[in-house]
Protein backbone atom coordinates (compact mmCIF):
# COMPACT_ATOMS: atom_id res chain seq x y z
CA UNK A 1 0.00 0.00 0.00
CA UNK A 2 1.29 3.51 -0.78
CA UNK A 3 2.04 6.36 2.22
CA UNK A 4 -0.32 8.83 2.89
CA UNK A 5 1.11 12.30 2.69
CA UNK A 6 -0.04 14.19 5.69
CA UNK A 7 0.90 17.51 4.54
CA UNK A 8 -1.43 20.25 5.93
CA UNK A 9 -4.37 21.16 3.40
CA UNK A 10 -6.75 23.86 2.46
CA UNK A 11 -10.69 24.06 3.19
CA UNK A 12 -10.41 24.61 -0.38
CA UNK A 13 -9.04 21.58 -1.31
CA UNK A 14 -11.57 19.38 0.12
CA UNK A 15 -14.41 21.09 -0.68
CA UNK A 16 -17.50 19.20 -2.39
CA UNK A 17 -20.73 20.43 -3.60
CA UNK A 18 -22.98 18.23 -4.71
CA UNK A 19 -26.26 18.92 -6.41
CA UNK A 20 -30.28 16.80 -6.66
CA UNK A 21 -33.18 17.07 -7.35
CA UNK A 22 -36.00 16.53 -4.70
CA UNK A 23 -37.79 13.13 -5.70
CA UNK A 24 -41.08 12.02 -4.69
CA UNK A 25 -39.42 8.90 -2.80
CA UNK A 26 -37.58 11.91 -0.79
CA UNK A 27 -40.81 12.87 0.72
CA UNK A 28 -42.26 12.67 3.99
CA UNK A 29 -45.89 12.45 4.66
CA UNK A 30 -46.29 16.44 5.03
CA UNK A 31 -45.03 16.45 1.53
CA UNK A 32 -41.93 18.05 2.14
CA UNK A 33 -38.23 16.72 1.73
CA UNK A 34 -38.09 13.71 4.80
CA UNK A 35 -35.41 14.86 7.50
CA UNK A 36 -33.84 11.20 7.21
CA UNK A 37 -33.75 11.45 3.25
CA UNK A 38 -31.56 14.66 3.95
CA UNK A 39 -29.35 13.35 6.25
CA UNK A 40 -28.10 10.43 3.97
CA UNK A 41 -27.16 13.47 1.57
CA UNK A 42 -25.07 14.90 4.08
CA UNK A 43 -23.48 12.01 5.31
CA UNK A 44 -22.32 11.28 1.89
CA UNK A 45 -21.16 15.06 1.64
CA UNK A 46 -19.24 14.54 4.56
CA UNK A 47 -17.70 11.31 4.10
CA UNK A 48 -16.60 12.96 0.52
CA UNK A 49 -14.82 15.78 2.44
CA UNK A 50 -12.88 13.75 4.73
CA UNK A 51 -11.97 11.30 2.63
CA UNK A 52 -10.20 14.32 0.49
CA UNK A 53 -8.94 16.12 3.04
CA UNK A 54 -7.95 12.56 5.00
CA UNK A 55 -6.24 10.98 1.77
CA UNK A 56 -8.11 8.08 3.55
CA UNK A 57 -10.36 5.43 1.30
CA UNK A 58 -12.14 4.69 4.91
CA UNK A 59 -13.83 7.18 7.32
CA UNK A 60 -16.52 7.20 9.33
CA UNK A 61 -19.10 9.55 11.17
CA UNK A 62 -18.25 9.78 15.01
CA UNK A 63 -20.85 12.32 15.99
CA UNK A 64 -23.30 14.77 14.36
CA UNK A 65 -23.17 18.24 16.37
CA UNK A 66 -25.39 19.90 15.12
CA UNK A 67 -28.35 19.50 12.30
CA UNK A 68 -30.67 22.76 12.01
CA UNK A 69 -33.12 22.58 10.04
CA UNK A 70 -34.52 26.12 9.02
CA UNK A 71 -36.90 25.29 5.94
CA UNK A 72 -38.13 22.65 4.11
CA UNK A 73 -37.75 21.52 0.33
CA UNK A 74 -40.46 19.93 -1.64
CA UNK A 75 -40.87 17.89 -5.29
CA UNK A 76 -38.41 18.74 -7.52
CA UNK A 77 -36.50 21.20 -6.10
CA UNK A 78 -32.69 21.54 -6.85
CA UNK A 79 -30.84 21.16 -3.66
CA UNK A 80 -26.98 22.17 -3.37
CA UNK A 81 -24.92 20.84 -0.57
CA UNK A 82 -21.82 22.10 0.06
CA UNK A 83 -19.33 20.93 2.46
CA UNK A 84 -15.39 21.71 3.90
CA UNK A 85 -13.53 21.21 6.88
CA UNK A 86 -13.22 23.57 9.69
CA UNK A 87 -11.52 22.01 11.91
CA UNK A 88 -8.88 18.99 12.43
CA UNK A 89 -7.56 17.15 15.57
CA UNK A 90 -5.36 14.05 15.36
CA UNK A 91 -7.18 11.32 13.42
CA UNK A 92 -10.58 13.21 13.27
CA UNK A 93 -12.12 16.42 11.36
CA UNK A 94 -15.12 18.65 11.68
CA UNK A 95 -17.14 19.33 8.34
CA UNK A 96 -19.83 21.73 7.90
CA UNK A 97 -22.24 21.00 5.13
CA UNK A 98 -24.73 24.01 4.23
CA UNK A 99 -27.80 22.69 2.37
CA UNK A 100 -30.02 25.15 0.11
CA UNK A 101 -31.87 25.03 -2.56
CA UNK A 102 -31.33 26.44 -5.87
CA UNK A 103 -34.03 28.67 -7.81
CA UNK A 104 -34.29 28.77 -11.90
CA UNK A 105 -32.51 31.85 -11.66
CA UNK A 106 -29.50 30.04 -9.72
CA UNK A 107 -30.50 32.36 -6.74
CA UNK A 108 -29.83 29.88 -3.33
CA UNK A 109 -31.72 29.88 -0.36
CA UNK A 110 -30.38 28.35 2.90
CA UNK A 111 -32.04 25.07 4.49
CA UNK A 112 -30.14 23.44 6.34
CA UNK A 113 -26.72 24.09 8.59
CA UNK A 114 -25.08 20.69 9.90
CA UNK A 115 -21.64 19.95 11.41
CA UNK A 116 -20.23 16.50 11.32
CA UNK A 117 -16.93 15.05 12.70
CA UNK A 118 -15.78 12.49 10.72
CA UNK A 119 -12.77 9.88 11.70
CA UNK A 120 -9.93 8.46 9.50
CA UNK A 121 -9.43 5.16 9.17
CA UNK A 122 -6.54 2.90 8.74
CA UNK A 123 -6.86 -0.37 6.90
CA UNK A 124 -7.41 -2.41 10.46
CA UNK A 125 -10.13 0.11 10.75
CA UNK A 126 -8.21 1.69 13.28
CA UNK A 127 -8.13 5.98 13.64
CA UNK A 128 -5.42 7.26 12.08
CA UNK A 129 -3.58 10.77 11.86
CA UNK A 130 -5.18 13.52 9.39
CA UNK A 131 -3.17 15.98 7.82
CA UNK A 132 -3.84 19.46 9.41
CA UNK A 133 -5.76 22.50 8.57
CA UNK A 134 -4.91 25.72 6.87
CA UNK A 135 -6.38 28.34 7.78
CA UNK A 136 -6.24 31.01 5.56
CA UNK A 137 -8.81 33.54 6.02
CA UNK A 138 -10.56 35.28 8.90
CA UNK A 139 -13.84 33.68 8.55
CA UNK A 140 -11.60 30.21 8.56
CA UNK A 141 -10.14 31.12 12.04
CA UNK A 142 -13.99 32.12 12.93
CA UNK A 143 -14.91 28.78 11.84
CA UNK A 144 -11.81 27.18 13.55
CA UNK A 145 -12.36 28.85 17.31
CA UNK A 146 -16.42 27.80 16.88
CA UNK A 147 -15.16 24.29 16.38
CA UNK A 148 -12.95 24.12 19.03
CA UNK A 149 -16.13 25.20 21.43
CA UNK A 150 -18.24 22.67 19.63
CA UNK A 151 -15.02 20.02 20.55
CA UNK A 152 -15.15 21.27 23.96
CA UNK A 153 -18.94 20.62 24.52
CA UNK A 154 -19.10 17.27 22.97
CA UNK A 155 -15.81 16.15 25.69
CA UNK A 156 -18.50 17.89 28.09
CA UNK A 157 -21.44 15.88 26.70
CA UNK A 158 -19.48 12.81 27.13
CA UNK A 159 -17.97 12.86 30.83
CA UNK A 160 -21.69 13.53 31.35
CA UNK A 161 -23.01 10.12 30.23
CA UNK A 162 -24.86 11.68 26.59
Known amino acids: MA ?9 EFSRTEMSCVVAPRDLNGGGRLFGGALLQKIDEVAGIVAKRHSGCNNVTTAS ?55 VAMDDEDKPTKVPQLIVETENQ ?13 RLKRKREGF
Open 3 to 11: ERRLEAKTA
Open 64 to 118: IDNLHFKAGAYVNDLLVLIGYVTYTGKTSMEVRIDTYIEDCEGMRRPINRAYFVM
Open 141 to 153: KAEWECAVLRKEN
